[in-house]
């Protein structure tokens, strides 16, 4: 069985200053983890993925999220935010290269930006 | 490159009424998806499509919910009949999968936001 837990559904920091949005997953097996971003009145997006390779992955926009098994966790972080990162982000979880998985979405952690 | 393309892109309808969505995938890819995402909520997978054959459909309320992929391309959706409860946004997404399983990056459509009265 899968999940995936957002920690926060909304966290709001100031321009300039780091960015951490959290995600705890559980899966029986080996799991691929996703980062997508959803703009209002926009598609979702891929930000990074997971899949078995580097555990430390870098995404797009300065985005980079790092996979720890032994805390189940796989967090997005970004140094710097800017205006422009206010949206919902959803961490994602499946299991890597099976016809058979499962896609769970987390329910989501909305990120806004204070000038 | 044209992306995930979705019609309609918003419908109301009268509960008890049928309703029906389209999506055209990416050229060229071969699993497509079908989600439902809530107010608030994270998109919930209703079936994936590998080409023509739907390998997940344990989501798909099967009373009232049915698809397609005839030819393994575009896709419908459809409702019959509607309830209050299926106001929301359905999202087709699509990805080319080469070696089995869904670990590979979905494109997503825009969506269609339904609401039901």
């Known amino acids: 069985a899968q999940s995936v837990t957002q920690l926060d559904s909304h966290v709001s920091v100031s321009e300039g200053t780091p960015v951490l949005l959290r995600c705890n997953y559980s899966s029986s097996y080996s799991p691929s983890l996703f980062w997508y971003v959803q703009h209002p009145n926009k598609g979702l997006q891929l930000l990074l993925k997971?899949?078995?390779?580097?555990?430390l992955v870098k995404g797009i926009n300065g985005f980079e999220a790092e996979f720890k098994k032994s805390e189940t966790s796989f967090h997005l972080t970004k140094p710097s935010a800017h205006m422009s990162d206010a949206a919902e982000y959803f961490c994602?979880?499946?299991?890597?290269?099976?016809?058979?998985?499962?896609?769970?979405f987390g329910s989501g952690t909305r990120l806004s930006i204070r000038p | 490159e044209a992306g995930v393309v979705q019609s309609p892109r918003y419908k109301i309808i009268e509960k008890k009424q049928p309703v029906a969505f389209w999506c055209n995938p990416i050229?060229?890819?071969?699993?497509l998806y079908w989600y439902r995402q809530n107010l608030g909520q994270g998109p919930e997978l209703l079936i994936r499509y590998e080409n023509e054959e739907a390998v997940d459909d344990s989501q798909l309320p099967k009373d009232r919910f049915s698809a397609e992929r005839l030819k393994g391309v575009d896709s419908t959706l459809k409702i019959q009949p509607a309830e209050l409860g299926d106001s929301a946004v359905y999202l087709c997404a699509s990805s080319l999968e080469v070696g089995g399983g869904p670990a590979y990056e979905q494109y997503f459509g825009p969506g269609t936001r339904l609401t039901v009265t």
């Open positions: 994602v979880v499946t299991r890597a290269y099976s016809s058979a998985s499962k896609i769970i």
């Open positions: 997971y899949t078995s390779a580097a555990t």
């Open positions: 050229s060229g890819h071969n699993t």
